[in-house]
C-alpha cells in the first residue's frame, strides 16, 4: 500500500505565499518523480510542477513564482509566492513510484489540499 498525503493548504490573501507539502508512505522500493497538479472549479485538473533527484519543470501559470522541492526522497513541497486568485484551487501531489514488491513504476495521487486566495 502506498500513500500521498498532502498538507499546508488553506486562505491566504491576494499577493501572499503559501507551502503545501506532501509526504510518499508505504511499501516504497523506489520515487522516481513527484509534483503537482490542480483543479480549480470548472476546470479540467493542469499540471503545475514536478522534481526528480535531477532536474525540476515548471507549468507557464507556475514559473518564477512558484518553487518545487524534493525535501527527501519521500516528500516534495511546493512553495507559492505571488498568489493570485486565479491559483485557487485543490492543489494533488502525484508520484511515479516502484513498490517494494513491484518492478515497475505507477503513478500514485493524493487526496488533495484546498488553497483558497482571496481578500
Known amino acids: 500500500q502506498v500513500q500521498l498525503v498532502e498538507s499546508g493548504g488553506g486562505l491566504v490573501q491576494p499577493g501572499g505565499s503559501l507551502r503545501i507539502s506532501c509526504a510518499a508512505s508505504g511499501s516504497i522500493g523506489s520515487i522516481n518523480l513527484m509534483g503537482w497538479y490542480r483543479q480549480a472549479p470548472g476546470k479540467q485538473r493542469e499540471w503545475v510542477a514536478d522534481a526528480t533527484a535531477f532536474d525540476t519543470n515548471y507549468a507557464d501559470a507556475a514559473k518564477g513564482r512558484f518553487t518545487i522541492c524534493r525535501d527527501d526522497a519521500k516528500t516534495v513541497a511546493l512553495q507559492m509566492n505571488s498568489l493570485k486568485p486565479e491559483d485557487t484551487a485543490v492543489y494533488y501531489c502525484?508520484?511515479?513510484?516502484?513498490?517494494?514488491?513491484?518492478?515497475?513504476?505507477?503513478?500514485?495521487w493524493g487526496q488533495g489540499t484546498q488553497v483558497t486566495v482571496s481578500s
Open positions: 502525484n508520484a511515479e513510484i516502484r513498490r517494494v514488491e513491484d518492478t515497475v513504476f505507477k503513478r500514485y
